[in-house]
């Protein structure tokens, strides 16, 4: 199961999504209805029947097919209205004109879907746009790093959500890693996802130390929510209404200073030349998960900062946490989409127990398991979106 709610298709075979195959299948339902109609003799009228297939075809048939087919009901009802003695009947004509009403109505039906499927594609193809520009692929491998990172919106129509990660290389061996959730959904939490992003590679090309990051992306955060929120409360022009329009159309509701309010809870790693350490700062985030040696360590913050955007709560200089990394450890980034998942009977996802099992996994292998196992414990769509970055030390 794909775990975005959309359907991947794979169980039908291709030909079945090919618009001939549909019509083919419509066209024999209609000359099985037609012989049915004609063995059953006056004893038995399905003609009505014949009047519906049009109507049914245009849930999975474009405007085109769905007008050919209408054009083969008509002798299809001839036939069968000669068959029971019915052609010369008054109620005939009152036949053809309600199949003509349907067939014209089950025609503009499917240009309507047809166009809605359409505007759904374009849609679709903007948010995997808007998905690589902003969520650019991870490489696989990072200086002494092994790196495998996956996302997976809630959202059945978006490809990208209000969660994030990144990496850099800072030069002279070190590696920076930060995954974040931003407070909120819609595309104002993607474009909050732009604004840190932007900030996060900003920062490494200045090669900002650790210490003093959280305190720069928030200043920076801060900054552009500001500017925003300014941008969006300037006075504009009223465009006139149109001719036709008896009263105007309400203007758009303004982006407010609700900006301001947005957060942003985040963990960045810093990995050491060679990778035989780690330092961590976490502002507010699901604690970084330590594969060693089977062994699952949650590496709770013993210093945590508050979310970015937060910042001027606490203008206290940030603590950093180190830890060592031997070679073959996993360290495992994820967002709270992953313990917030709940299956049918409410309960969250153990995502420590079921780590147990996969110690010994790729990067990439152990995202596979684990978003399968996700996949199966919610049943169905996801309730937050989700982004997951495993790293490994190699030698």
């Not at 060693?292 to 913050?301: A, D, F, I, T, W």
Request: proline share 8%; with cysteine; charged share 20%.
């Amino acid at each position: 199961m794909p775990l975005n709610g959309a359907s991947d298709g794979t169980h039908l075979p291709r030909v079945a999504y090919s618009t001939t195959a549909r019509l083919a299948a419509a066209l024999l339902l209609l000359g099985l209805l037609l012989v049915v109609d004609v063995a059953g003799g006056e004893r038995i009228r399905i003609g009505g029947l014949m009047v519906g297939v049009p109507a049914l075809s245009a849930v999975f048939l474009g405007p085109w097919a769905v007008l050919l087919l209408v054009a083969a009901t008509f002798p299809c009802l001839a036939i069968a209205a000669w068959n029971n003695g019915q052609l010369d009947a008054v109620n005939f004509p009152v036949v053809m004109a309600t199949t003509t009403l349907i067939g014209g109505a089950s025609v503009l039906a499917a240009a309507v879907r047809q166009r809605r499927e359409r505007e759904l594609a374009q849609a679709r193809w903007v948010a995997a746009v808007t998905q690589r520009a902003l969520l650019r692929p991870l490489p696989s491998r990072l200086g002494p790093l092994a790196i495998a990172s996956t996302y997976l919106a809630a959202d059945r129509e978006a490809a990208i959500g209000g969660d994030l990660y990144a990496a850099a290389d800072l030069g002279g061996g070190r590696i920076r890693v930060m995954v974040g959730d931003v407070q909120g959904k819609g595309m104002a939490a993607v474009e909050v996802t732009g604004m840190l992003l932007a900030a996060f590679r900003r920062s490494a090309r200045h090669r900002t130390p650790l210490r003093a990051l959280p305190a720069d992306l928030d200043e920076s955060l801060r900054d552009d929510l500001t500017d925003l929120t300014d941008s969006a409360e300037l006075p504009l022009e009223p465009l006139p209404p149109p001719p036709s329009a008896h009263e105007p159309e309400p203007a758009a509701a303004p982006v407010t200073a609700g900006f301001l309010e947005r957060f942003v809870t985040a963990v960045v790693v810093d990995v050491a030349p060679g990778g035989g350490s780690i330092s961590i700062v976490n502002c507010g985030h699901p604690p970084p998960i330590l594969l060693h040696r089977g062994e699952v360590l949650p590496l709770e913050s013993a210093h945590p900062a508050v979310p970015l955007g937060l910042g001027d709560l606490t203008p206290e200089t940030q603590q950093l946490d180190t830890y060592d990394l031997a070679v073959g450890d996993v360290l495992l980034l994820y967002t709270d989409g992953v313990i917030e998942a709940r299956d049918d009977d409410g309960a969250f996802y153990p995502l420590t127990e079921r780590l147990v099992h996969w110690s010994g996994l790729a990067p990439a292998d152990l995202l596979t398991a684990l978003t399968a196992d996700l996949a199966r414990h919610v049943g169905s769509r996801l309730g937050d979106d989700v982004a997951v970055v495993a790293l490994q030390r190699r030698a």
